[in-house]
């Protein structure tokens, strides 16, 4: 049973910073084999992609509206994959879920293609 928990949303200002953190277990295989992806639902909104990270930290992809300002990084011995959120702004406002799956580079973007989703975190920034 694959679990995918999430932590470290909150309430920041603009410009301000945060770190998500999702550990996961239970994937059945090697954790370095899973993509691991977040997105981001704001309200009234569809569910988007923020960013993925594959094998190893040198495997990276990220939405056009976070580039530069946030950061996907994964920690293999300890089944947790981190995003490091700077220059925060009002639009980033939303609920924040983590994601996973053996995903082919194809279906990194597509929330549709993945399985095994965390409860979400929210994550406010006020202007």
């Known amino acids: 049973q694959v679990q995918l928990v999430e932590s470290g949303g909150g309430l920041v200002q603009a410009g301000g910073s945060l770190r998500l953190s999702c550990a996961a277990s239970?994937?059945?295989?090697?954790?370095?084999?899973?993509?691991m992806t977040w997105f981001r639902q704001a309200p009234g909104k569809e569910r988007e992609f923020v960013a993925a990270?594959?094998?190893?930290?040198?495997?990276?992809f990220y939405a056009d509206s976070v580039k530069g300002r946030f950061t996907i990084s994964r920690d293999n011995a300890k089944n947790t994959v981190y995003l490091q959120m700077n220059s925060l702004k009002p639009e980033d406002t939303a609920v924040y879920y983590c994601a996973g799956g053996p995903l082919i580079l194809s279906s990194i973007r597509n929330p549709n293609d993945y399985s095994n989703w965390g409860q979400g975190t929210q994550v406010t920034v006020s202007s």
């Open positions: 239970g994937f059945g295989q090697p954790f370095r084999n899973i993509v």
């Open positions: 990270v594959r094998l190893t930290n040198s495997n990276t």
